[in-house]
Structure formats: structure tokens, C-alpha cells
């Protein structure tokens, strides 16, 4: 999930004005530290309880900071990310363990971004949004490079793909500005192991991304596409408060949830703004002999859904959806009826999605609208940030 690049710059300042952007967005300089645990989570407010009959189970929780993105890699272990919007994580990729502990991924130095290491953008964390594990086991970061959600960094934008078990890095894919521009924000990805390529959502701008994995070339498409912007004049809202901004004007988010069919054969994508899912064949994103306007047409509104941040797709084609305005989790059939799969208190703006070996689902919630620019700029109280987990509905 991100913010609209129009209101970045007035959130920034609001963030400025309260104290909390950080000079630089740099790290604390103990390096030596590999495990931190998180600050003791104190959610006694009746509001935040479990829903009763709840299937959702807290894996783990952190007061701060803000966290967006969960995966799970087979064999059960844990990845969260962790932007530095407006604190500054210690790391920003972490391995969750046990007791709500963060280990650093890949390593210390690659969660470190300050003074010292910013002629190196490509081999550190700058504002990582994304964690995916793909069904071969290798674990992806996506980072769009904008701390402070104020521009991106020159030559920080990447895709970096690690080994889990080795620690290791293995690929890093850089964005240039011509896909990336200053003003861009890479959100989601999904890796198709099938035909080589990666899929982005790009929501500063509103765009989707085509990576070719082999040779490494990156596309920006759709660019002009109404099924990548945000919707405007709609008024998204989370637990009834409405997304708006200081001014009163309506958050605009573009192309953020993102999802591949169990075949590879289709990319569904939506912009937070917006009652809309979209799909297009993968094969026609890979064609880079079809024009924008062709492409254009290869686009299928799929159908009306609820606002929606994250989205996933099981085997049997069941899209899930992160409903951020109701606190659910839910799902829309391959026939088009929306179900609703967990309703819980504690979803507060449900984020991502992952899906795990063994059968469950995890969730991680970001609670977007708790910070200071959709609150005249005064952050609201909420409950940690949580990793839940349930087993997948059949």
C-alpha cells in the first residue's frame, strides 16, 4: 500500500511540523545489534479485542514501527517489512521470530541507510515496501527508494531477489527513472516462475511494471490506463472515518493490490481508489510489441469489490480481497460473489496477504488511516501492528 504522490508533499510537511520525519532517514549507528525485540504491546482497548469466533491468530505484534508487508517462505519461516514513511525502522527487512523478536535480512548492513552508505543505493534498504516469497522459496523485496514518501532517491529503486537459507543476494533488477520516475512508487509484486518475468504495481504514477527476469529489462505500461488510477472524487474510508486529507481532499491512491491466477495466465490488479478489479493475460504484458493502446484493450473489468489494499488469488481462482473499510478479510468467487472470510476489530486496515505452504493465510494490518495526514495532522491512538495467520477457507 502507498500514498497518492499529489499528497505527499503536504503529508511530509505535516509529518515535519509534528517532528516525526527523520533527518535523512538514517539508521541508528549500532550495527552490532542482530535480534531486537519489539516494544511491549498495550491493546486493552475493548475496540481492538478479538472478534468473537474470530479464526485469526496473532503470530506476532509491534507497537512501532509502522509495518505493510508480510511473506512466508516454505518451511514457515517469517518476513516483514518495514518503509520508513515516518519513523525509522532499525530494520526495515526483518525475519520474524519468536516473541515478537526482528532479526535483520538479509543482514545489518542491507537495513542500513544513512549519510555513510547513500553512494551505495543499490545494496541497501531505502524504503522497502514489499516481501514476497516465491513457491520456489526465494524471498523478494521490492523497495521503491522514497523516504519520507518524498521522492524517490537517484538509483534507489530495485528488486532484489535473497536466498532464505543462504542469507545471500542473488539478483538485484534496478529501475531506471524512465520506469521509475522521481515521482513514482513501487508498491506490490508477484513473481511468475513460469515465464521468467516480474509484475508491479507502480502507485505514485499509477502503472503497472513488466520485469523480464532473464534479461533483466523493465517496462512501464498502462500508464494512461483508467484501471491503474485512483478514482476521482470517490471518498475511501476505514472503520467509517473518511480518507481525507487536511484540506478535506479525498485520498487518491492508483494501481496497488495485485494478484496472479493460479496458471500465470492472468495479472489481476486494482487501484485503492476505486470499487473495481481489473485483469489482463500475462501474456499480453509480456508482448512489448503491442501498443499502449492495444495493450489498453487486452484490460477486463472484472468486476464491482469493496475498496481493497492487498489481494491474492488461492488455487481454485478465489480472489481475496483486504477490506480495509470493513476490518474483513474477503473473497470474491470465480462467479463473482464476495464472502467474507474473517470480520475482526483488530483488522485495522488490513495490508497484505500471504500465503503460506501449509495451508494458512497470513495478514499483516498497517492501520493507514491512525497517521497524522488523514487526522489534520495529529496521529490517532491504535493497537499494534500485527502478523495474523488462519487457515485458508475451503
Sequence with gaps: MSFSRSLLPRWAAVLAGAGLLLGGCSSPADKSKTTETAPAANDSTAAFSAATGSPLQVVAEFTDPQMVGVAVAPGGRIFA???????????????VGPNNTLKPYPNAGWCTW?????????????????VF??????????????????????????????????GQVLL?????????????YLNDVRI????????????????????DLKTLKARSVLGKHPSTKAVKGLVVKAEGHPMLDATGKPAQFNADGIALSADNAYLYYCPLTGHTLYRI??????????????LGRQVENVGEIPASDGLEIDA????????????ALLRRTPVGAIQTVAKDARLQWPDTYSFAADGNLYVANSAIHKTPNWNKGVGQPRQPFRIFKMPLPK
Design 172 to 184: 538485484t533488477i534496478p529501475f531506471s527513472e524512465a520506469v521509475a520516475p522521481r515521482n513514482s
Design 114 to 130: 544513512n549519510d555513510s552508505v547513500k553512494s551505495e543505493p543499490l545494496k541497501h534498504w531505502i524504503c522497502p515496501q514489499s
Design 281 to 294: 493475460k500475462t501474456a499480453a504484458l509480456r508482448d512489448p510489441a503491442l501498443s499502449e493502446a492495444q
Design 316 to 327: 481454485a481462482n478465489n480472489v481475496y480481497l483486504t477490506s480495509f473499510e470493513q476490518s
Design 192 to 211: 511468475d516462475l513460469q515465464n521468467n518475468y516480474a509484475y508491479i504495481t507502480e502507485s505514485g504514477v499509477g502503472a503497472l511494471v513488466v520485469v
Design 81 to 95: 517489512c518495514f518503509p520508513r514513511w515516518d519513523y525509522n525502522p532499525v530494520y526495515s527487512v526483518a525475519e
Design 133 to 166: 516469497a516465491d513457491k520456489s522459496g526465494m524471498v523478494w523485496v521490492l523497495d521503491p527508494a522514497s523516504p519520507g514518501l518524498k521522492a524517490t532517491v537517484p538509483g534507489g529503486p530495485k528488486l532484489v531477489k535473497t536466498n532464505p537459507k543462504t
